[in-house]
């Protein structure tokens, strides 16, 4: 908590005035003592770090906020928070805590890019023997349905470099004009390895909900755990990447908790590191990070209050 609330102090001036969230004595007093609740530090990330709804990470809208968020930062300042971030575990590359079985490996949908990129990461930390599969392992994609970025062309689809292309894979006739279509792509496509390779995934195809541009991380936990009742606890590998492996993971097991299976589940989060150039677009990179980390905040909130209701029901 200490090292959010650090990186928060770096904001503080655009939290004068923001008496409908908390009075400027409640702020000093965090800032000061190094002490606050989830949920007063969500409170200021929805209303001051979060990109504009429906905005994409890379969009104009979701830019020019960042741009804003930094405007008031020194370039040392804003130094200081990435160093801060990583510290805090959203930059640098995490891999697994020990040696891994897992029961169930879920990749993470994403751009084309970012699969690949996912993949390739769990594909190498299983040729260094750090994850082991087992007979009964399963691999499981959680795409949702969205239509694919401008970024992400005819190019981008059919050339997988820095990655081998599997020699065994074709072009399709209809490239993918979505996630879902796309991770099966990527998953044909790429060179794996004979142990990885010889897996047949569950594509998880969640649907958008109304009103929204594409589906969300919950949307494809939900539609997992329907197509996954177990019957003993298994470990949980969820690959993604840098700086989005701790949201993800957080999502993974709020949905897990809201389907009363968490003691089926013990979830471990790993993925490649976050690019980071300070000198370049540095107010992006933290915009981003600032993005990312509401988003943690918002769940480990809607986490705890889950948490406290059924506590509360189980004291009746």
Not at 222 to 235: A, D, E, F, R, T
Request: net charge neutral; charged share 25%.
């Amino acid at each position: 908590m200490q090292e959010i609330i650090k990186i928060f102090f770096f904001f503080s001036h655009i939290f004068n005035g923001s008496l409908n969230v908390l009075s400027e004595t409640r702020l000093q007093e965090i800032f000061e003592q190094k002490n606050a609740t989830i949920q007063e530090l969500n409170a200021l990330a929805q209303k001051h770090f979060l990109r504009p709804k429906n905005a994409e990470r890379m969009s104009t809208k979701a830019i020019e906020h960042y741009k804003k968020l930094c405007s008031g930062l020194s370039l040392i300042q804003k130094k200081q928070i990435i160093s801060l971030f990583y510290d805090f575990g959203y930059i640098s590359s995490i891999y697994p805590k020990n040696n891994m079985n897992p029961d169930i490996i879920l990749i993470q949908g994403s751009t084309v890019q970012n699969m690949r990129e996912r993949l390739m990461f769990l594909a190498k930390i299983i040729q260094k023997d750090v994850v082991h599969l087992k007979k009964e392992t399963q691999i499981v994609f959680l795409a949702g349905e969205r239509k694919l970025f401008p970024t992400e062309t005819k190019e981008v689809l059919l050339n997988p470099e820095p990655y081998v292309l599997n020699l065994k894979w074709s072009s399709p006739k209809i490239l993918p004009k979505d996630e879902r279509e796309a991770a099966k792509l990527v998953w044909n496509q790429l060179e794996l390895p004979l142990v990885l390779r010889e897996k047949t995934p569950l594509f998880i195809e969640a649907t958008k909900q109304q009103g929204e541009t594409r589906a969300q991380t919950m949307d494809c936990i939900q539609l997992w755990l329907q197509h996954n009742i177990p019957q003993s606890q298994k470990k949980v590998l969820m690959v993604s990447n840098n700086p989005y492996v701790q949201y993800q993971m957080n999502v993974t097991e709020l949905g897990i908790l809201k389907a009363g299976l968490s003691d089926y589940f013990d979830v471990e989060g790993i993925g490649r590191s976050f690019d980071v150039n300070e000198d370049e677009d540095i107010d992006i990179t933290i915009g981003i990070l600032m993005d990312t980390l509401a988003r943690v905040l918002y769940v480990k909130n809607q986490s705890e209050e889950l948490k406290q209701k059924k506590n509360i029901k189980e004291n009746l």
